[in-house]
């Protein structure tokens, strides 16, 4: 922690198709609703150790550093 | 060593051993490094102070019984001990992986270097104490005792609580999801089940530097990864492997830049007054410590606030 580390993106959990494209670097989840995808990102966080950030336009991302 | 030497004056090198030793073990308490804790620490510790002193009182009395070569062996045996700082600073490293909160590399050196300073300051009491000691010996007690007590007060760096007010801030979310400890910014939470948590049960406290010293230390990193682990080491941090975000953070107030930092934690004992407590014992760096920065932020604001 001390040096920062570089966080990569891990993945992406998103309610709204149009917000990402699939861009070949994490995959897309599409969850129907909110409640899913929260529940979704975090299933996959605490299984790969990965922190959730919101980018409030419906879809969240998944980062490992 | 012949029937021909004169007899050897112990006294000297008594009170010279003696004065050395209880320079080293009187620091020997494992509060803030949180090392030696077990008795194999202990000993190997203890076993080097005792071959720090005995170095250090024999100089004296092997120069005046012209055993020249005796007294070349033991600055030789010396030297020896530049390796304590390496054999330290690979303990601390090999465990940083299995903390959750980790020291963090300034912080390790820090230690490492003190311990490798004390052994080389028993030596120094010993041999200070031994050449008064030849003299009269009871001058070489009270001497051994001042020489002591001078060591402790070179040997003691400045705490956090001297430099930096320490006060309880709130722990809040702004903009759904921004974590905030008082004024400060601290990261992004984006699983609700963890802004819950930091909710229920984080404790936020804020970081105000009370000088221009106090705010150098705040911006180096080292130092807040230090003040991040002994947090989490007095109060406990409710994190295990596979919950990234709930760790324990130190941040400086970042878009602001005021030249406060906060910190956030999810403990195991909710005690505030123990977690500042612990956050004003935290040593102040070495790299930090005596750098001095003047905030010009700050002072403009009080300016304009005078005028107004």
Redesign the interface.
């Known amino acids: 922690?001390?040096?920062a580390p570089t966080p990569k993106m891990f993945a992406i959990i998103t309610c709204d198709k149009n917000v990402v494209t699939s861009g070949g670097m994490a995959p897309v989840f599409v969850a129907p609703n909110e409640i899913e995808r929260?529940r979704v990102?975090?299933w996959i966080?605490?299984i790969t150790?990965?922190?959730?950030?919101?980018l409030?336009n419906g879809a969240?991302?998944l980062t490992v550093? | 060593m012949s029937a021909s030497t004169p007899p050897i004056n112990w006294a000297p090198m008594i009170v010279g051993f003696l004065a050395g030793f209880v320079s080293r073990i009187l620091y020997l308490k494992s509060g803030r490094s949180h090392y030696p804790g077990y008795p194999s620490g202990y000993i190997s510790q203890v076993a080097m102070a005792i071959i720090a002193a005995m170095i250090g009182s024999s100089i004296i009395v092997a120069l005046i019984g012209k055993q020249f070569t005796a007294a070349t062996f033991l600055t030789l045996a010396a030297t020896q001990f530049r390796d304590i700082r390496s054999t330290e600073r690979s303990t601390l490293e090999q465990e940083e992986k299995l903390i959750l909160?980790?020291r963090?590399?300034?912080y390790i050196e820090g230690i490492a270097i003190t311990y490798e300073a004390r052994n080389f300051l028993a030596m120094l009491v010993a041999l200070a104490t031994s050449l008064v000691a030849e003299w009269i010996w009871l001058a070489g007690v009270i001497a051994g005792i001042i020489f002591i007590v001078i060591g402790e007060k070179l040997m003691s760096g400045p705490n956090l609580g001297k430099l930096v007010d320490v006060q309880p801030a709130e722990v809040k979310f702004e903009?759904?999801?921004l974590l905030y400890a008082g004024p400060v910014m601290m990261m992004?939470?984006?699983?609700?089940?963890?802004r819950e948590r930091y909710r229920k049960e984080g404790l936020g406290v804020v970081l105000t530097p009370k000088n221009p010293r106090g705010e150098a230390a705040l911006w180096n990193?080292?130092q807040r990864?230090a003040i991040?682990h002994e947090a989490a080491s007095a109060v406990g941090v409710q994190k295990d492997?596979?919950?990234?975000?709930q760790?324990t953070l130190c941040r400086m107030a970042m878009p602001a830049g005021t030249g406060q930092a906060a910190l956030t934690i999810i403990p195991v004992e909710r005690d505030m007054e123990k977690l500042i407590q612990a956050i004003k014992k935290v040593p102040v760096l070495e790299s930090g410590k005596w750098s001095r920065m003047h905030n010009t932020k700050n002072r403009q604001e009080q300016k304009e606030e005078t005028h107004g």
Not at chain 1, 49 to 54: R, S
Not at chain 2, 241 to 245: Q, R, T
């Open positions: 922690m001390a040096d929260d990102a975090m966080c605490r150790n990965a922190t959730v950030h919101d409030h969240v991302i550093s | 909160v980790p963090g590399a300034g903009k759904g999801t992004e939470v984006g699983l609700a089940d963890s990193v080292a990864q991040a492997v596979g919950y990234p975000e760790g």
